[in-house]
């Protein structure tokens, strides 16, 4: 290939020596192939497609990232070990010879299928079960991070309105203002007649949409908070376009939908933190006016919280495995049972101690309290008074529970932010607040203490929705809309 190229430039030029000079490059072409390692001689032909340098990345992650070697990695990016990243670099990717286009992660959300990331991407499918090691479609669970390939200038895609029952893709393009061969092409479908129900097209538009699940009146549906992971929050997010009745389930939990603005609706819900790592299925169900329903089952990856084993604690024994402690857990449970419709936070949650950084116990850890085999683990966030014995009410909410004197708790607070969502704060030295008061971001509610089930002065702070306890931090550190 290289000699044919060199003799092609040399021909168009008139020369009376062209034909020694046809002789001396074959030769010399000839000896140029001889002495190339084959790989350059192959690299001329190779694509490779690019990944995107951001914040925080090293050579080695990337290498590992893209199971390459960090010698394959420089090599072909003409780096060394010292070569120093910049976010918005550009690097080639080895393993993934041969692809094209800017490498993208995000997390499979519901509905994403290989058809449908194929579709929206306008990668090979073929390509992204390479870029991915996929085995099987059922390995597309929600949460996983996947990679996809995006060429450049490549148009947006937007997800068109499913079709209804009945109609067809050539109508449902027409409606869309769409060509109706080429938005076939663009979803790989062979012919516009094959268009199916409950099947998510794609077509090109000025804005992305995020919903790749084609359910008749649902323009988007978001699983935010993602990768779930035990004892943390998840939400999920419809945007309808018509009234709908929506249902989820997952690893028991059903969140309640609670229509905010006008077609959007928010589900909160929390992953026990002793829920076994793995995938579980998520079930979403939704019925509009006309009493249509539409179901829809995805996988999800529920991660680890890393969470650690405390050494087994000594406490009076009356708070361990007794009557009253059953009676009490039973009290708390009913108190934070109840959805009420409105969100009184806003944004991030403020820390409920003078110092949010003097944590002196983490949500999660596994424990057992005076040699007691059962296994309990920590529902909440223990913060310390190392700058002082304030405790603040986090958020806007309102105080629906004043419980003095508990066998576990305390002297303890209980106040509802709405959605489901309530936060606990036990074993105060006092309480400064009444039952039924509202409560502003940072208001004054109490003193830390060492009453209850405690063994030494400290802020038990707990965050429950729909009565599971979830990690607070999450609320601490990120804003819920
Ligand atoms: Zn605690």
């Given at each position: ?123 090979e499918p073929a390509d992204l079960i390479r870029a991915n090691n996929l085995t099987s479609p059922s390995e597309l669970f929600i949460g996983r991070e996947i ?295 940072g208001q004054l509610i109490g003193i830390i203490g060492t009453t209850g089930r405690s063994t030494g002065p400290h802020l038990h702070f707990e965050v429950d ?17």
């Amino acid at each position: 290939m290289v000699n044919l190229s060199i003799d092609m430039n040399d021909y168009t030029k008139p020369s009376s020596l062209f034909g020694q000079r046809f002789f001396i490059s074959i030769i010399v072409a000839i000896l140029v192939i001889a002495t190339l390692p084959f790989r350059d001689v192959n690299a001329q032909a190779t694509t490779y497609p690019e990944y995107v340098v951001v914040p925080g990345d090293t050579l080695s992650w990337i290498a590992l990232r893209f199971d390459s070697t960090l010698d394959e990695l420089l090599a072909v990016n003409g780096l060394d070990e010292n070569s120093m990243l910049r976010p918005g670099d550009r690097l080639k990717i080895p393993s993934l010879a041969g692809m094209q286009g800017i490498l993208t992660t995000e997390y499979v959300q519901l509905g994403s299928s290989l058809t449908s990331l194929s579709r929206r991407s306008q990668a090979e499918p073929a390509d992204l079960i390479r870029a991915n090691n996929l085995t099987s479609p059922s390995e597309l669970f929600i949460g996983r991070e996947i990679v996809l390939t995006q060429i450049e200038n490549s148009p947006i895609m937007t997800t068109m309105n499913s079709l209804r029952q009945g109609q067809s893709f050539l109508e449902a393009s027409i409606l869309a203002g769409q060509n109706t061969w080429s938005l076939a092409k663009t979803n790989r479908l062979e012919n516009p007649l094959l268009g199916l129900p409950m099947d998510t097209y794609y077509m090109p538009s000025e804005v992305e949409s995020p919903s790749n699940l084609a359910i008749p009146g649902v323009k988007e549906i978001v699983v935010d908070n993602l990768p779930l992971i035990q004892g943390d929050t998840f939400l999920i997010e419809v945007t309808s376009e018509e009234p709908v009745t929506v249902r989820a389930s997952l690893a028991g939990v059903e969140p309640v939908f609670i229509e905010m603005d006008e077609g959007l609706q928010m589900g909160y819900g929390g992953i026990n933190a002793l829920t076994e790592v793995g995938v579980y299925p998520l079930t979403m169900e939704f019925t509009n006016s006309e009493g249509d329903t539409y179901r829809f089952d995805q996988y999800v990856m529920i991660s680890s919280g890393n969470y650690v084993s405390d050494k087994p604690l000594q406490v009076d024994p009356a708070s361990v495995g007794t009557e009253a402690e059953q009676a009490e857990n039973v009290k708390f449970k009913e108190i934070v049972a109840p959805v009420t419709p409105v969100q009184q936070w806003s944004g991030l949650w403020y820390s409920p101690a003078q110092d949010a950084d003097c944590i002196i116990s983490s949500f999660g850890s596994r424990r057992t309290y005076n040699d007691d085999p059962r296994l309990y683990y920590h529902t909440g966030l223990d913060l310390g008074y190392c700058k002082g014995v304030d405790v603040y009410a986090p958020a806007g909410g309102t105080v629906v529970g004043i419980f003095p004197d508990q066998v576990v708790r305390g002297n303890a607070i209980v106040i509802d932010h709405g959605l489901g969502v309530y936060t606990i704060y036990m074993h105060l030295a006092s309480i400064l607040i009444e039952e039924g008061a509202k409560v502003e971001p940072g208001q004054l509610i109490g003193i830390i203490g060492t009453t209850g089930r405690s063994t030494g002065p400290h802020l038990h702070f707990e965050v429950d929705i729909l009565g599971t306890p979830v990690n607070p931090l999450t609320w601490l550190r990120r804003a819920f809309p």
